[in-house]
């Protein structure tokens, strides 16, 4: 009888996780647009009106930002189009894009200016290629380089107190304190993922010192930066146009929500 009650007990315990985790992981339409609805466009889809930028490089064509290198506009530096909202600190950000092949870009974001060239950031970015090369990993602009390939989570240690310059502790394009912790899959099959010559989405979640980078719904870096020399947790967001052979990206449904 006692045996028969506990089987009982279990049964209706189980049941009851079974529901809750149903409650939790089905959410109703409305729930999901709720949800949605902590997101805010910071892009119009008309002008560029609250962005900073150098008109001979970005433009808005059928409602996207674009970013364009021509024969005649050839670049001796990177050049971004940046978001005048303020700076942001924790995160997240969601847009479309679509890149030509020989396109290299990236979404800039807790970064700084780099007051020695115009219209130039320097900081964290999702980078973004049109051979999926680099799509996905987490790149620092101007400063530590390579922080996560994509498919690895990172943890980021600083530099010995005897290196003074940060590019002292930079081998081969990436970070000498990139530490892997583990593999979120293969880097070629996360890049198979990526569509070529079409529109994908990224999606940034910062969040403290993590950040973590996905493309169409797939996370593709983790990174958890413990480099308190040179880690920044809030700064400018914006997007890149990359010294190169003529090329074009293109930004639209732009969303962001302040956590």
């Known amino acids: 009888m006692i045996s028969l009650i506990s089987n009982k007990t279990l049964l209706a315990v189980a049941t009851l996780a079974t529901v809750a985790w149903v409650n939790l992981t089905c959410q109703t339409p409305a729930e999901k647009e709720e949800l949605q609805a902590d997101f805010k466009p910071i892009f119009n889809g008309k002008s560029l009106e609250g962005w900073e930028y150098d008109p ?3 433009s808005v064509k059928d409602g996207a930002i674009v970013g364009e290198i021509t024969p005649e506009t050839v670049l ?5 189009i940046i978001w005048k909202g303020g700076e942001l600190g924790d995160f997240e950000l969601k847009l479309d894009y679509w890149i030509s092949e020989t396109g ?3 979404v800039q974001y807790r970064s700084d200016r780099f007051t020695e060239v115009p219209y130039a950031l320097r900081g964290y970015q999702a980078d973004i ?7 996905g990993q987490n790149y620092e602009e101007r400063k530590r380089t390579t922080l996560a390939y994509r498919g690895q989570q990172t943890r980021i240690t600083s530099q010995p107190d005897s290196i003074k310059e940060t590019r002292g502790f930079v081998e081969r394009n990436a970070w000498k304190g990139l530490n892997l912790v583990s593999e979120l899959g293969d880097r070629a099959e996360l890049g198979n993922l990526i ?3 079409d529109w994908n989405t ?10 973590k980078h996905y493309v169409n719904g ?3 870096s983790e990174v958890t930066d413990d480099d308190a020399k040179n880690r920044m947790l809030k700064g400018l967001m914006g997007f890149q146009v990359h010294v190169g052979p003529p090329m074009k990206v293109m930004f639209k449904n732009i969303q962001l929500k302040k956590l």
């Open 218 to 220: 797939t996370l593709m």
């Open 129 to 135: 290629d049109g051979g999926n090369r680099y799509t």
């Open 56 to 58: 001979v490089y970005w």
């Open 195 to 197: 569509k070529k010559g």
């Open 104 to 106: 290299n870009s990236g």
């Open 202 to 211: 990224i999606h940034i979640v910062a969040k403290g010192n993590v950040m």
């Open 76 to 80: 001796k530096n990177n050049t971004f």
